[in-house]
């Protein structure tokens, strides 16, 4: 049933008794990306791509001072789907190239994966 309603999950997480909204306080950061949701979409949402929006999900969290203190060790990517590595523009096994912006190389090249 969550897999038909995402947004349910960020609900419950964002509601939790445990849950600070001071950064500093935090020992672990729940990242929410909808990739399939994403992916799915047949039109550009506000203009950008499913590539655009993958490419600006890896620069907002290269952005966060709270990434690199601890190199992402404390986060924690939700993406509930198969095929989300490639979504985010991981290369398949046959040698292909990944994307230089794709998010999958950007969280590599930052020292996160």
Known sequence: D???RPH???????????????PSKASLFVVPLET???????????GT???QRMAMAGRALLASPWLRQRRGADHLIVSPWWGSPHAWGRPKDN???????????TLRRSGIF
């Open 95 to 105: 040698g292909q190239v990944p994307r230089p912006q794709s998010l999958w190389n």
């Open 49 to 51: 791509t499913h590539q």
């Open 2 to 4: 969550s897999y038909r």
């Open 36 to 46: 399939f949701v994403s992916s799915q979409l047949k039109s550009p949402c506000g």
């Open 8 to 22: 349910a999950k960020v609900y419950l997480a964002a509601h939790h008794p445990l849950r600070t909204r001071d």
